[in-house]
């Protein structure tokens, strides 16, 4: 399979409610961690309170995005199916993208589900990311953690009045969050070192 060469990659990964459940189709987490050589810590941008958070939490994406386009170059931004993608699109429509930084992730996306549906057979039910994972060893701690879960624990954080509580469902979405993004490098890391022992058979 065709996969971005380099010494680091940013997986990227998105929480957000579809469009029945918010008029907006609204996303409550950005999240992003570079691995590889020079590891970047995991980042995410959540909506804050009021009619700006929205916004706000697109324009604290760009910022870190840039932070790293400008410290990697034109690293790949890895996902797992094309959410990623429409969402970006989406936003880029309704806030905008002055400085041009979304077009910069859009240009250096690798959606590697279609990559891996299309270049490997696996004795599993699904090419879920979730499936994957497990068979190639990543072990969740959030066992029972899921997108559904996701929404569920950040619209119940949303509507509490106890300011303490929510700061801990958030933590906990953060957390899942932060797990989707290390099972998306481990597959990636999967693929990555069955392509190389591929070419090291074949030459």
Known sequence: PAIPEGPDWVMF???????????????FVWGLEVFGAKARPYFAATPGRGSDGDRSAWERFLTEAEVILDAYGDIAFVHWAPY?????????TRFGDP??????VRKSLFDMYPVVRDSVALPLPSYSLKVIEQHVGYDRKLKDAGGDWAMATYFEAT???DHVKAAELVSQVLDYNREDLEATFAVFDWLRR??????AALS
Request: proline letters at 5%; aromatic letters at 6%.
């Open 13 to 27: 990964d998105l929480e957000g409610f579809p469009p029945q459940l918010h008029d907006d189709e609204k996303v």
């Open 84 to 92: 990623e993608r429409v969402r970006l699109d989406a936003y880029v």
């Open 194 to 199: 069955r392509r190389k022992s591929r070419r």
């Open 159 to 161: 509507e509490t009045g």
């Open 99 to 104: 400085k041009g930084i979304a077009a910069r």
